[in-house]
């Protein structure tokens, strides 16, 4: 059956979020990086990048494109997997706000597909990729509505206080 999930806006760490799936803002390398990306591998171990090797030496020989999602284990993380997707870098000069918003769907797909019912999302490209919090919250709130999925529950895990405003702000409006 397929509904929309409840929205739940946490504040902190999600390395630190016990849900069946956490969703990495990761970069197509999927090698890791810094911000979201380095907590979780750091978190959960070595597990998740051998996976994302194993990733990189068949089907993702290219990396993991934009707006993509993928999962592996979840390691030493409290969570089933680890479902890793691309944001789009934020650009003055182009929209690619459809990348990021594909990024939350097909983040969902894959946790369909998994048969997972918690998810929880960092705030994607908001971090090193450079996307306006207050925009980054409208895509992720109005994308996660507006999807139809298995997934019951979604929680949007918000670094700091800035990001939590925006999201409580963008939940009440939606
Ligand atoms: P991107 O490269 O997609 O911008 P980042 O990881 O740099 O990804 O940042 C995405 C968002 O996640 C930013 O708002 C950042 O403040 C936040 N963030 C960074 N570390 C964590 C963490 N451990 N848990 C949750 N959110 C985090």
């Known amino acids: 059956m397929t509904t929309r999930p409840d929205l739940v ?8 979020q016990h849900a069946d799936a956490l ?3 990761a970069n ?8 979201v990306d380095g907590a979780i591998h750091r978190k959960g171990g070595p597990e998740i990048l ?3 090797r194993a990733l990189r030496a068949g089907h993702y020989g290219k990396g993991l494109p934009t707006g993509q999602a993928v999962a592996t284990t979840a390691g030493r993380l409290d969570a089933r997997w680890v479902i ?9 000069e182009e929209d690619r706000s459809e990348q990021l918003a594909s990024c939350y769907r097909e983040s969902l797909r894959v946790a369909d597909e998994l048969g997972a019912r918690t998810v929880a999302f960092p705030a994607i490209s908001t971090g090193i990729y450079g ?16 999807t139809e999925t298995a997934v ?23």
Do not use: Q
């Open 9 to 16: 806006l946490a504040f902190g760490d999600i390395t630190e």
């Open 23 to 25: 969703v990495n803002a």
């Open 28 to 35: 197509s390398s999927l090698l890791g990086g810094g911000g």
């Open 50 to 52: 051998a996976e994302c």
């Open 84 to 92: 890793h997707t691309v944001g789009p870098v934020w650009s003055r």
């Open 131 to 146: 996307w306006p919090m207050d925009d980054g919250a409208r895509i992720a709130v109005e994308t996660v509505r507006g």
């Open 152 to 174: 019951e529950e979604v929680t949007f895990v918000l670094f700091d206080e800035e990001a939590y405003r925006a999201f409580a702000k963008r939940v009440r409006l939606t």
